[in-house]
């Protein structure tokens, strides 16, 4: 393992502040490569995921029951300055298509019921037609996400589909859901925030 020419602390810090400091020593450049010490598992796997996404090696070790992430960057990366692109979105830059932001487990106010009802339906009319780049679990729509759900049969189809299914990974936590079989990838509140501000068409349930 190569000797980290920075080292970022990120214990104690909440979801996604840890993501966005390992973003920023990224950004950079400079640096081969760059020790990120994390206390939880959540922050371990969102770090990791952003890294690997942006064609980094992630070697992760514990020690005394934190989580030491040692990223290694691509020459790309290490030569890139402040004014290199920014702003561009994970995974498909110039693709189009429609995110789905939902923030609730039940469409539309009055009956419960009926709410549950037309959810089902949303999700049954979305494997019917070309499947939407994302969807995206915030809030009580977690509950949407988690095996056993009444849509998770549509969730399948659809992540099988192509489909990206994000799970806010601190609405799990403050739902105490976190031990629960989750569809797609936990994520964070950046990760989110790069599709939501991205060339896509952005719909909001909730």
């Keep these: 393992m190569l000797v980290s020419s920075k080292l970022i602390d990120c214990r104690?810090?909440?979801?996604?502040?840890?993501?966005?400091?390992?973003?920023?020593?990224?950004?950079?450049?400079?640096?081969?490569?760059?020790?990120?010490?994390?206390?939880?598992?959540?922050?371990?796997?969102?770090?990791?995921?952003?890294?690997?996404?942006?064609?980094?090696?992630?070697?992760?070790?514990?020690?005394?029951?934190?989580?030491?992430?040692?990223?290694?960057?691509?020459?790309s990366k290490v030569k890139e300055t402040e004014s290199s692109p920014r702003g561009k979105n994970i995974e498909a830059e110039s693709m189009a298509g429609n995110v789905y932001f939902i923030t609730t487990n039940s469409?539309?106010?009055?009956?419960?019921?009926?709410g549950d009802v037309l959810m089902k339906s949303l999700m049954v009319t979305l494997t019917q037609q070309d499947p939407p780049v994302a969807l995206l679990f915030l809030n009580a729509g977690v509950y949407l996400a988690i095996e056993g759900s009444p849509v998770w049969e549509q969730l399948t189809d659809l992540a099988h589909k192509g489909t990206k299914v994000l799970v806010c990974g601190t609405c799990l936590k403050y739902y105490k859901l976190e031990g629960k079989n989750a569809m797609g990838t936990v994520s964070n509140m950046l990760e989110v925030n790069t599709w939501l501000t991205g060339p896509y068409r952005v719909i909001t349930i909730g």
């Design 12 to 75: 104690g810090l909440a979801c996604p502040l840890p993501v966005i400091e390992t973003k920023k020593a990224i950004e950079a450049g400079g640096d081969q490569s760059i020790l990120i010490i994390v206390d939880n598992n959540a922050a371990c796997e969102n770090v990791s995921r952003f890294a690997a996404n942006g064609g980094c090696r992630v070697d992760v070790t514990e020690k005394d029951g934190h989580h030491h992430l040692e990223i290694t960057l691509p020459d």
């Design 107 to 114: 469409l539309g106010q009055g009956s419960t019921d009926l």
